[in-house]
């Protein structure tokens, strides 16, 4: 399979990057912009508002135009930014932020579900998606050191120069795969704008696991943002230590995610992924209420790994879930599915600092704990399809 994906698993590596760069040298372009850490850092911001606003416009339409040919719309785009952001100045960055919440929130439903097109059985294509997702959180744990060679070399500029032309030739490779192919909706189904949302809607289930998502992002990355912090203060962990914990979070996540989806695509499992789903959700629930009340280091560790294998299960019962049930729909799904993900990743860090404000940890702990609990219970109404 991963023979096959390859072209859609590179482009997922590659969207990472521009991100990736800004992340990790966010000291030095906030001096060559001119501005503070705190305020350059800031329009990362802008990013998740450009990625829900397009996602939440865009998704009628990603199929009614052939996957590959969204897809090089996206990377193009990318490609665009990453040239933008190595001018270097404010408006140059602020323009940068927008542009790639905007392009990733095209290319990554587009990879997903034209992964998920090259085959047939809907086991296979589920697997097909999220062996493309799994790809990402490896690359998010990854990219960073593999970026940190070139970066001496050529500096935060030149990994972004280099991201502008690797986006730029996959841009012009997917357009060229692209041509003649037709789009997964036909012009002849004449389906409105409109429509499509409410064709969404009928999905069985879709809602429900639209908002799982939604919340179990909310949590994880809001429980992400103060990781270093909590560490910090609870185990007085210094920076190059915690990178290990960050790694075992990653990797965790990772695995959890890349075996969900091949378990899930075995054709007769003994769990389907509606039981899977409230199971890991579970799971989640019960790591979260245990982690910020852990009395040791090791447990801590633990419930570390088990806080990113459990999140990264549901994440791949959603999308099987929904690449499954929503056929032709499964591009416009997947992007209303990221749309409300860059949604959570903003509302996490935002209730889980009301939280910390109001509560201290304990207080964090109860507003994800609180979060978790809402999607467990909408994850109980999913119901499994009859034969």
């Known amino acids: 399979m991963a023979r096959r994906l390859w072209p859609f698993l590179l482009a997922s590596t590659v969207s990472l990057i521009p ?5 990790m040298y966010l000291v030095p372009i906030s001096e060559a912009a001119g501005g503070s850490v ?86 296979a294509a589920g697997r097909a998606a999220t062996l ?47 041509r003649g192919r037709k789009a997964p909706i036909t012009n002849r189904e004449r389906m409105s704008y ?14 429900p696991l639209l908002a799982i998502a939604m919340l179990r992002t909310a949590a994880f ?10 560490y910090d203060e609870k185990f007085d962990l210094a920076p190059g230590w915690f990178a290990l914990v960050w790694s075992l979070s990653g990797a965790s996540f990772f695995l959890g995610n890349l075996l969900s989806g091949r378990y899930l695509a075995t054709d007769r499992p003994w769990i389907t992924p509606e039981r899977l789903l409230v199971g ?15 009395p040791t280091l090791p447990l801590t560790l633990l419930l570390t790994a088990l806080m990113g294998a459990s999140h990264a ?45 109001l509560g201290g940890y304990p207080g964090t702990a109860i507003t994800f704990a609180g979060i978790t609990l809402v999607a467990v219970l909408l994850a109980l109404r999913i119901t499994e399809p009859r034969p």
């Open 313 to 357: 299960t549901v994440a791949a019962c959603v999308t099987t879930l929904l690449v499954r049930r929503s056929g032709d729909l499964r591009g416009s799904a997947l992007s209303v599915n990221a749309a409300g993900m860059s949604l959570g990743t903003f509302l996490g860090a935002a209730i889980g600092g009301l939280g910390l404000g």
């Open 194 to 207: 409109l429509a499509t949302y409410r064709e969404l809607g009928r999905i069985p289930g879709a809602l």
């Open 38 to 123: 705190a305020e350059i850092g800031g329009l990362r911001g802008l990013g998740g508002l450009a990625a829900l606003a397009v996602g939440v416009v865009l998704a009628p339409l990603m199929d009614r135009a052939p996957r590959e040919l969204v897809a090089a719309g996206g990377l193009a785009l990318l490609g665009v930014s990453a040239a933008l952001g190595a001018v270097g100045n404010v408006f140059a960055l602020a323009a940068f932020c927008l542009l790639i919440g905007a392009s990733t929130s095209i290319l990554a439903p587009s990879i997903g579900a034209a992964a998920a097109d090259r085959f047939r059985s809907p086991a």
């Open 280 to 294: 890991g959700i579970t799971v989640a629930l019960l790591a979260v209420s245990a982690f910020y009340f852990s």
């Open 132 to 178: 493309v997702s799994a790809t990402t959180s490896a690359m998010a744990m990854l990219a960073a050191p593999v970026l940190a060679g070139p970066g001496l070399i050529w500096g935060w500029r030149g990994n972004l120069m280099a991201a502008a032309a690797i986006s730029l030739v996959l841009a012009a490779a997917f357009f060229w795969r692209g």
């Open 221 to 230: 990355m809001g429980y992400l943002a103060y990781l270093a912090a909590f």
């Open 19 to 23: 991100f990736t760069v800004f992340g």
